[in-house]
């Protein structure tokens, strides 16, 4: 989602809707795909109504040099490099690639959650893993510059 607080709100809402919802879920199916869609689709509407809210996105570059400390800051350098290069992904291929790789979800647990089919989401993380690969490749050409 790209920003902590807004995953944080989306996570206690989806658990909110889950407990609401808990009388409804049909227990022959795996509760952890489940509560992902639940939670995919928390994350979906979020960013639809910060996407309406924040047309743009104004990076203030001094500012970001500014905020790296000594200690960490090549984690910190990177930890931005990897977020940008995810916020770069269309929000089909930043799903899927997080869901399979971060989430450690299947497949078939991914196609459950979000509604995709299964060639459609392995083809999905296969882009995103390729475009991750060139904008990580990119942004250590650009380090690397004298």
Not at 38 to 59: F, G, K, P, W, Y
Not at 107 to 123: C, D, I, N, P, R
Request: contains cysteine.
């Amino acid at each position: 989602m790209g920003d902590r607080a807004d995953a944080e709100d989306a996570a206690q809402e989806a658990f909110l809707r889950a407990h609401r919802a808990l009388a409804s879920y049909d227990w022959r199916l795996p509760f952890r795909t489940w509560l992902f869609a639940i939670l995919i689709n928390r994350c979906r509407t979020a960013m639809a109504r910060r996407a309406r809210r924040e047309r743009t996105v104004v990076a203030d570059a001094d500012a970001i040099t500014r905020s790296f400390v000594a200690d960490g800051g090549e984690a910190l350098e990177l930890r931005d490099e990897i977020e940008r290069a995810l916020a770069a992904l269309s929000a089909e291929q930043r799903e899927a690639f997080l869901l399979h790789h971060v989430e450690g979800l299947s497949y078939e647990e991914m196609a459950e959650a979000t509604g995709a089919g299964v060639s459609a989401l392995k083809m999905r993380v296969k882009r995103a893993s390729e475009r991750l690969k060139v904008l990580l490749d990119e942004g250590a050409k650009v380090d690397d510059r004298p």
